[in-house]
């Protein structure tokens, strides 16, 4: 956040408005609030984790689910890997 | 259901809620008290922090407390609506006839014959965009078994272009109820003769399929015969100068964030999403009873955004959805801000209705914790502007703020990774962040309307551009 030099003080406001208590709590209530969102776009900036592909667990189905009552049952986290291949396209 | 006091009481509820948070926050630092007044040479002290003319950061256990209780709140509805939609897969409700559970039973070592796609394309004097669209289904790796354009109401050559094009037309009868009305007439007339992997794709008339989508879907639907609907993801025509790049830059991250949700669906868009014929017929039965509507219709006609109320409808009979990162396709844009703000209008509206008319349910707990989301951004983001102004128009000199720039150069970085994928152009926008910011205060100020609008029961009113006379686009209502 940067101040314009380029203009006078007081330009439309007395700058003793910065001085009083509902400005200083205003300021601290966007202060919070930036933080809050500021963790969150970090928590979007980095790759999402997915715990749970970390634990080893037994994922393998039951039964199938395939349309086809004889095929195999798959196991999960491969099937959602192996659909994983091709990215949408951009606009640019 | 649809006009009722509660319905009006949406807008009240969220406002009230957002509101109140804001407050509590306000109140909670007034309360704290200023430290004592501290004059420095060109300078003020900021209540609790001396951030404003100082390089000091806001103290340590302030800040750990204000990003904890963020990443808490975000990660609490994300773990809410894992579990819910866990329990709802393994119900055998039969609140729930379409809970995955069920769905396996029923069909357990029947073979109901390979996965064929039919199409209904509703378009109303879409002869502009209509070629286009047909031309990329009949180029897609899986073909389409059926195409069918569902002529509603058209004065134009929409339908004799689609039998040029040799696909089937169906031509609503008497219809008044827009694109829903007539997909409905279409639906009951098509879903009896549909088999159970006889899938049914519904797509707007000026949307194209990239390449690889049926394949994909078809491949999704094929494996998992308890999947009920496969969504696409919407990415931006291009054109339209800097209103369509923001736009374009919307959608990239709208589907960034499904990808990280690992196709985990927010709506099975209008644009273009396949359903199995029993989630269709299952809607159909239980509306008027489990869900609103009007039995027997497939889509609810009182809804302004037909696409989330299905969603909502197929969620809440325990259906499983998904929009695989494969299954893309390019839809128009709106050309300016006019057509953008009743475009978005509508949505807005559209879902807080459908919010009021299913009431607070499981599978609604995530549409809520968006409103409450965009809710408390707008104060947000209203208190960060003001108080920007206030300090423009109250001081003459420079003030640098390194921790805030900091921030500021956290949220620069996000805008441009989440729009990546969208090239240079949406690169450049992003990393400006502050024409962004004023793109999401548009949407705000639409958000705000539609919530006064609906909280004062004010008649929602449909605006249908046509291509022809205005030369701009939109899509059929």
Known sequence: ?92 | MGQGLFQRMVGIVIAVTVGGAAALLWFAISATGNSAAESRAEGIVLGVWRILYDSEAPQPRVILAAIAFALLLSAGVALLERRIANRSRRSANPRTPLAPKIVMAETRGVYAGPVTVTVLIPAHNEEASLPATIASLMSQSHRPERVIVVADNCTDATAALAREAGVEVFESVNNTKKKAGALNQALKWLLPGQGDNDVVMVMDADTSLDDGFLEAAVARLSNDRALMAVGGLFYGEEGHGIVGQFQRNEYIRYSREIGRRRGRVFVLTGTASIFRPRALRTVARGRGESIPGIRGDVYDTASLTEDNELTIALKSLGGLMISPMQCTVVTELMPNFRTLWAQRLRWQRGALENLGAYGATPQTLRYWAQQFGIGYGVIALSAYLLLVLLMVLSLDIWVWFPFWLGIGVVFSIERVVTAWKGGWRARLLAVTLFPELFFDMFLNVVYVRGIIDISLGRQAKWKHLNHAQTGETSKVQ
């Open chain 1, 1 to 92: 956040m940067a101040i314009s030099a380029a203009l006078p003080a007081g330009i439309l406001f007395p700058e003793e408005l910065l001085h009083s208590d509902w400005f200083a709590v205003l300021a601290t209530f966007v202060a919070i609030n930036t933080l809050m969102y500021g963790a969150l776009t970090i928590a979007k900036i980095l790759p999402k984790l997915h715990p749970g592909d970390w634990i080893r667990t037994r994922n393998q189905r039951s039964e199938t689910r395939s349309i086809h009552p004889d095929a195999p049952a798959v196991n999960e986290a491969t099937d959602f890997v192996n659909t994983r291949s091709r990215q949408g396209p951009g606009s640019g």
